[in-house]
């Protein structure tokens, strides 16, 4: 499995920032109140990426060596798809914040701090969870060995 590449994260989080600022406006403009994610939100997203990197953590430990315990191939393979769908998931909560965020910093009146906080809680919330995505797809990732054909394999 390939790691995640940065253009799609980046693609995810720009159309998700386009599509905030957009749903934003438009309820704005229909006369609605304007959305403000809720404070738990980035902090959920955020205990997200702590769980998703400790899971990660045994499986680095048998892949780089260092622990003789077995792991289970199907635990791992499942904690790399949670990490790539962490990445993923913290790319657009992300940039859906950060759009909402940008609606509100480029109106023509003051934002109230009590919708300011919320909403840069969940963009740095979006963002810890892409990180934490990323960080522990790399964690997963077992490094070549000498049957691999890699840096270290030896001609016979």
């Given amino acids: 499995m390939k790691h995640t590449r940065p253009g799609t994260l980046i693609a995810l989080g720009l159309a998700a920032l386009a599509a905030g600022f957009v749903v934003d406006a438009a309820l704005v403009a229909?006369?609605?109140?304007?959305?403000?994610p809720p404070v738990p939100l980035g902090l959920v997203l955020l205990a997200i990426g702590g769980i998703v990197v400790s899971m990660a953590?045994?499986?680095r430990r048998v892949a780089r060596g260092t622990s003789t315990d077995r792991i289970d191939p199907y635990y791992a393979t499942r904690v790399l798809l949670l990490a790539k769908a962490s990445s993923l998931s913290g790319a657009l909560f992300g940039g859906a914040a950060a759009g909402v965020l940008v609606f509100m910093l480029t109106r023509?009146?003051?934002?109230?701090?009590?919708?300011?906080?919320?909403?840069?809680?969940?963009v740095v919330g979006g963002l810890a969870l892409l990180v934490a995505g990323i960080v522990a797809e790399r964690m997963c990732t077992v490094p070549?060995?000498?049957?691999?054909?890699?840096p270290g394999a030896q001609a016979a």
Avoid: W
């Avoid at 229909?30 to 403000?36: R, T």
């Avoid at 070549?144 to 890699?150: A, E, I, S, V, Y």
């Fill in 30 to 36: 229909n006369g609605m109140a304007a959305l403000v």
């Fill in 57 to 59: 953590v045994p499986v």
């Fill in 108 to 122: 023509g009146v003051t934002v109230a701090v009590g919708s300011l906080v919320p909403t840069i809680v969940a």
């Fill in 144 to 150: 070549p060995g000498d049957d691999d054909g890699g």
